[in-house]
């Protein structure tokens, strides 16, 4: 949400390293394809959603991208998922989708935290802190500054918290796991 009408403007765009293909469908940007199995070429068939829901604005599909142009307030909507183990992955991502759009913000917050607490709250950390005012850091400078004084006894405590939420967000029953892309394996064909 901008703090002044008008003030949201960007353009979205989604991509990969390879075997990928954007298109536009009404107001929906997706990017779908097929890997690669190390065979034949014929791997897993992928499909990934984006739809932007705006207040104010203009939202411009144009080949490629999705464009906000001066909104109030923009959200940005994913639904991903592939052919393993889901033959009918394009009908469920369109679906999650649709349901995801179909309610407020609000209403997704709601249930996503109400979802993940019940895991998540199961176990607590609190160490004494020293210094409270850091609290109240952007990340980023917060880091700085533990960098330079180690007495912010809450952030090893925000990254404990954070290395939880993340797994209990993404392993639920009936699932895949998280795969391992990213910082940690950052090719596409992982030694």
């Known amino acids: 949400m901008a ?33 690669d199995n190390g065979t034949d070429g014929n791997g897993m068939r992928y499909i990934a959603r984006v739809r932007i829901k705006h207040e104010g604005g203009q939202l411009v599909p144009d080949d490629s991208i999705l464009q906000i142009k001066s909104a109030n307030e923009a959200i940005i909507y994913i639904s991903a998922g592939t052919d393993f183990r889901s033959s009918p992955y394009k009908q469920t991502t369109d679906s999650l989708l649709q349901t995801a759009l179909n309610q407020s913000y609000q209403e997704g917050v709601v249930a996503h935290v109400t979802a993940y607490q019940k895991l998540f709250d199961r176990a607590r950390l609190s160490l004494d802190d020293q210094n409270i005012k850091q609290a109240s850091l952007p990340t ?11 007495s912010d006894n809450d952030l090893p405590v925000l990254y404990f918290q ?30």
């Open 3 to 35: 703090d002044k009408p008008g003030k949201i403007n960007f353009t979205l765009s989604i991509n990969r390293p390879e075997r990928y293909k954007t298109t536009i469908h009404g107001e929906e940007l997706d990017m779908s394809g097929q890997l």
């Open 140 to 150: 980023d400078e917060r880091l700085k500054a533990f960098a330079k004084d180690p």
């Open 162 to 191: 954070f290395g939880r939420y993340l797994p209990i967000c993404s392993t639920r029953a009936g699932l895949l796991p998280p795969n391992l892309q990213g910082l940690w394996a950052n090719s596409i064909q992982t030694p």
